[in-house]
């Protein structure tokens, strides 16, 4: 077990989080769905198991970005902070670049490769996967 405690927040200060424990699947998503949702080429994720993870300051706002999906963001400046399923709620992804200490955590692969834009060049070695990182649909992947 991972004794580190992951802090971050929003842009403004007015959300703050803590996270502890594993965290796994740590990818760059370049799916539609974060890129509209979040207005960034791609998201840096990593998943945490929910109960792992606590707002210690102000209040998430949710969007419900399709029927399963909600995304949590800071109602005051923006910033996106987390990612939830309906079908795997015992886990909670983060943004990590609102972590506190945006290189403690590194995403090791892409996923969702078949949305990227065609001006978004991937020259570094990590892994790609056109959807999701395993082949067959699982909890822990980030699906649209
Ligand atoms: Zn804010
Ligand atoms: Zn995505």
Redesign the pocket.
């Known amino acids: 077990m991972n004794a580190i405690t992951y802090v971050g927040?929003?842009?403004?200060?007015?959300?703050r989080y803590q996270a502890s424990g594993e965290v796994t699947n740590l990818c760059f998503c370049h799916c539609t769905s974060c890129r509209r949702a979040i207005g960034a080429p791609m998201v840096p994720w990593g998943t945490f198991a929910a109960q792992n993870f606590t707002i210690v300051r102000?209040h998430l706002a949710q969007f419900r970005s399709s029927p399963k999906v909600l995304r949590g963001f800071?109602?005051?400046?923006?910033?996106s902070l987390t990612y939830r399923r309906d079908d795997r709620s015992e886990e909670i992804d983060l943004t990590l670049s609102s972590l506190d200490d945006a290189v403690s955590l590194v995403p090791e692969v892409h996923i969702w490769v078949e949305d990227k834009l065609p001006w978004v060049a991937i020259t570094e070695g990590r892994a790609q996967f056109a959807k999701s990182r395993t082949t067959k649909p699982k909890p822990g992947t980030c699906l649209p």
């Open positions: 927040g929003c842009f403004c200060g007015r959300v102000g800071c109602a005051d400046c923006g910033t």
